[in-house]
């Protein structure tokens, strides 16, 4: 079993199961400039939310339900697999089915028959999901039981996932080798194109050029005739935004002129709207506290690094 430094070591020297779904584009949390930061030794972004807590606590339920759903033997296996033409990807399964105690046999075969991956899902989210055990699954869930299918060799991976409290399924993702191949293709041009030759792949969002480029330099471009009229087409966008929110406002003053002191408006016996007082709350008047005790105040104070500002001039 890989202790928390090798695990730490593992995911900055290779790939794993949720890096491919960054790198190909798929994630909504990372993008594959987040991976090669990570990987080049710039930057590792801890993702930390309750959701993320909540989905390894939920892991063992999830497997437990699977296993009561199917009847199948699960074994878990911490250590990382490596795919057995590159090195430098790796996979860190949730759970194997497997009828023997260990997934390998006496001469060091896989004789597992399946890989488990255990999710949690919102039910608001049910919509990003197919009918259970077909293998419409998000992308980057996809993704990643292709890559363990590819580390593996293993013809089937399932995807066990608890939406909310209520709704549990299975889905089966059956191994496509064209799929797989193009999968892995794409994960060695990121590490041999990018990772190793230090380069950084192309931005795919807004964050990620802030990132790439954290601080400026006292210098000018010359703008392409594309980029002028990129910047008059977001001008125009921008005015017809602040437009919209004109109207808006507009309209809520007169729904609020008709609450007035209502806190409720209800059109046959439904809530259309509320406007209601929140509870106090407090906070600290920092510019006080200075004023009267500049002194308890200056050992707590930290110099903070604006970040680089974007502004489309008139």
């Not at 009828?99 to 896989?110: N, R, Y």
């Not at 990772?195 to 950084?200: G, H, S």
């Amino acid at each position: 079993m890989l202790n928390n430094q090798d695990f730490a070591n593992l995911r900055a020297k290779s790939l794993g199961g949720s890096d491919i779904g960054a790198v190909l584009g798929f994630s909504r949390y990372r993008s594959a400039v987040d991976v090669w930061m990570e990987k080049t030794g710039r930057a590792v972004h801890e993702a930390d939310s309750l959701p993320i807590r909540f989905g390894s606590f939920a892991e063992e339920f999830v497997a437990s339900e699977y296993a009561l759903a199917t009847g199948y033997s699960l074994v878990s296996h911490p250590a990382a697999l490596v795919h057995p033409q590159y090195t430098y990807m790796h996979g860190h399964m949730d759970r194997f089915v497997c009828d023997s105690p260990s997934i390998f046999d006496a001469s060091g075969s896989l004789i597992a028959t399946r890989v488990l991956e255990c999710k949690t899902a919102s039910p608001f989210a049910s919509h990003e999901w197919g009918d259970g055990g077909s293998d419409q699954v998000p992308m980057a869930y996809l993704a990643q039981c292709i890559w363990y299918l590819g580390i593996t060799g293993l013809e089937q991976a399932d995807l066990a996932v608890l939406m909310g409290n209520a709704d549990f399924r299975i889905y089966e993702v059956h191994r496509d080798r064209e799929l797989e191949e193009m999968v892995i293709d794409r994960a060695r041009v990121f590490w041999e194109e990018h990772v190793l030759k230090d380069i950084a792949p192309a931005a795919q969002r807004e964050s990620d050029l802030k990132l790439l480029f954290p601080r400026s330099t006292p210098k000018a471009v010359e703008a392409k005739q594309e980029t002028c009229e990129l910047i008059a087409k977001m001008k125009d966008i921008q005015a017809r935004v602040e437009s919209y929110e004109q109207e808006i406002s507009q309209i809520k003053q007169q729904v609020m002129a008709e609450m007035q002191d209502a806190e409720v408006l209800t059109y046959g016996g439904q809530v259309l709207a509320t406007w209601k007082t929140p509870k106090p709350s407090t906070r600290l008047d920092t510019k006080k506290l200075t004023e009267d005790h500049p002194e308890l105040i200056a050992p707590y104070q930290i110099q903070v690094a604006n970040s680089r500002r974007f502004v489309v001039k008139d």
